[in-house]
């Protein structure tokens, strides 16, 4: 996700700056970004089945990196969380999914960090489609450099 080092550095120093653990802040992010990129395939899906078009992964291959983007920012956590998954490929993806919608819930400081979040991978995602050879990304994009970085 981070091309120069500075930039994890500086996302690391605001996440302690709000007393956000920088692993669980880092993992919180990243399950953030998976859901809101499934809540906009889920729509995408959606719609396709409405107009009498079958689903398929040409969805996710033909849906912009900017969908996602635009989802951070208009769609709010309880939309995001209506698209969360019902099955889970391990342990640590259902607590990590369990623990961001409890955070949903929370008030106080603790309430602040799903804004917060929000706010990191907004810019990330942003960083990364202007930052992309493509003049358009997709959602497949994201998903390759994840794998080409080690993150997938």
């Given at each position: 996700?981070d091309?120069e080092?500075?930039r994890?550095?500086?996302?690391?120093?605001?996440?302690?700056?709000?007393?956000?653990?920088?692993?669980?802040?880092e993992s919180?992010?990243?399950?953030?970004?998976?859901?809101?990129?499934?809540?906009v395939?889920a729509d995408a899906?959606?719609?396709?089945?409405?107009?009498?078009?079958?689903?398929?992964?040409?969805?996710?291959?033909?849906?912009?990196?900017?969908?996602?983007?635009?989802?951070?920012?208009?769609?709010?956590?309880?939309?995001?969380?209506?698209?969360?998954?019902?099955e889970?490929?391990?342990?640590?993806?259902?607590?990590s999914?369990n623990?961001?919608?409890?955070l949903?819930?929370q008030?106080?400081?603790t309430?602040?960090?799903?804004?917060?979040?929000?706010?990191?991978?907004?810019?990330?995602?942003?960083?990364?489609?202007?930052?992309?050879?493509?003049?358009?990304?997709?959602?497949?994009?994201l998903?390759?450099?994840?794998e080409?970085?080690?993150?997938?």
């Amino acid at each position: 996700m981070d091309q120069e080092p500075w930039r994890a550095t500086k996302r690391q120093e605001r996440l302690q700056g709000w007393d956000i653990d920088v692993a669980k802040g880092e993992s919180l992010i990243a399950t953030f970004a998976a859901l809101a990129l499934h809540s906009v395939v889920a729509d995408a899906d959606a719609d396709a089945a409405a107009a009498g078009r079958a689903r398929s992964i040409a969805v996710l291959n033909d849906l912009p990196l900017a969908a996602v983007v635009e989802a951070t920012t208009t769609k709010r956590d309880f939309e995001i969380l209506a698209a969360m998954p019902t099955e889970y490929t391990d342990e640590n993806e259902r607590a990590s999914l369990n623990y961001f919608r409890l955070l949903s819930y929370q008030s106080g400081r603790t309430g602040l960090w799903l804004p917060r979040l929000r706010t990191e991978l907004r810019h990330s995602l942003i960083t990364l489609t202007e930052r992309s050879c493509l003049s358009a990304p997709t959602c497949a994009d994201l998903g390759q450099w994840a794998e080409q970085a080690g993150l997938a």
